[in-house]
């Protein structure tokens, strides 16, 4: 590809030694306008400098076609002239030289002398250019081992480097999607851990409610003395008590699918948290679940008339 390239450079030059016009114009355009190439060029300057300086400068046309048409259409008259002067100059030096030769005639003796020392040094050119010939054919010799060896030890190199970066770019995955799958794991046991945690905590949490509604279920089961409306009604949270005014406004004994829907629809509790709210009340036995039906016990109807009847 790089002879290719040459070659081409080669032809164009080739052209415009034929087309004066378009060498001469080229030249004078780069001479003229040499600024402009100065600014392009400078690697000191950053691309939007180049612009702005670029942009405040007219590129010169017309001088590089004046200078073109004055070396296309005149200069050649001036050669002409100057060769022309060569000319008469070279066949005035002819002429004295012819004469000099004719007026110093050579002898016998110094004739053959000349022819011999002549022959000489034709034998010795000779034998120069054979050696020169020879040793250039070892050099070219020479050359073309010494290009085969080295391309033989750059093929050979380049094997072995493409060999050993796959192998090192092989191991390095192995150990990268070894990494990743140890800390995959590694989430995995985490995110486990936390799940167990959390799930430890809602059943410390729930067993806390659960010991708290059990001794109270409990004084309540034995008829103790000291247990009294006031202590369940501290326990209720506000979704409970929503629960209990619902079945104050409504019937204490209401369809349960009826009566998530009136909890949805007036008290904007969502049926999730009415089923959960539902069943804690039955768990501390305030509430009944019998299937289809929920129903207030008789604790639950002491504790609905205590709560609500002083607010109708």
Request: some cysteine; overall charge neutral; glycine content about 2%.
């Amino acid at each position: 590809m790089l002879n290719e390239i040459k070659d081409s450079i080669k032809a164009r030059l080739y052209d415009m030694k034929y087309t004066p016009f378009l060498a001469s114009y080229s030249f004078f355009f780069v001479y003229f306008n040499a600024k402009l190439f100065l600014i392009f060029f400078d690697s000191s300057l950053s691309v939007q400098n180049k612009i702005d300086m670029l942009s405040y400068d007219m590129v010169n046309y017309c001088y590089p076609i004046a200078g073109a048409l004055i070396y296309t259409l005149i200069f050649p008259f001036f050669q002409i002239g100057f060769y022309s002067a060569k000319l008469w100059f070279d066949k005035q030096m002819n002429s004295l030289k012819q004469k000099i030769e004719k007026q110093t005639l050579l002898s016998t003796e110094e004739s053959q002398y000349i022819r011999f020392a002549n022959k000489k040094l034709q034998d010795e050119l000779d034998d120069y250019i054979k050696r020169f010939e020879q040793t250039k054919k070892e050099y070219e010799d020479y050359k073309v081992k010494l290009e085969e060896e080295y391309q033989t030890k750059k093929d050979s190199l380049d094997s072995s480097f493409k060999e050993r970066v796959n192998e090192a770019n092989k191991n390095l995955n192995l150990e990268l999607y070894s990494a990743n799958s140890v800390i995959v794991d590694k989430a995995t046991e985490i995110e486990n851990l936390q799940q167990q945690i959390n799930s430890l905590t809602k059943e410390k949490e729930n067993l806390q409610k659960s010991k708290e509604i059990k001794n109270i279920s409990n004084k309540i089961s034995n008829n103790e003395e000291t247990t009294s409306l006031d202590t369940i009604i501290q326990t209720l949270n506000n979704d409970e008590k929503i629960v209990l005014e619902t079945f104050f406004q409504n019937d204490s004994n209401m369809d349960k699918n009826k009566f998530k829907n009136i909890l949805l629809d007036i008290k904007k509790m969502q049926k999730v948290t009415s089923e959960k709210t539902i069943q804690s009340l039955i768990s501390k036995r305030i509430l009944e679940d019998n299937s289809l039906y929920v129903i207030l016990t008789s604790l639950g109807l002491e504790l609905v008339d205590k709560l609500f009847r002083g607010k109708i």
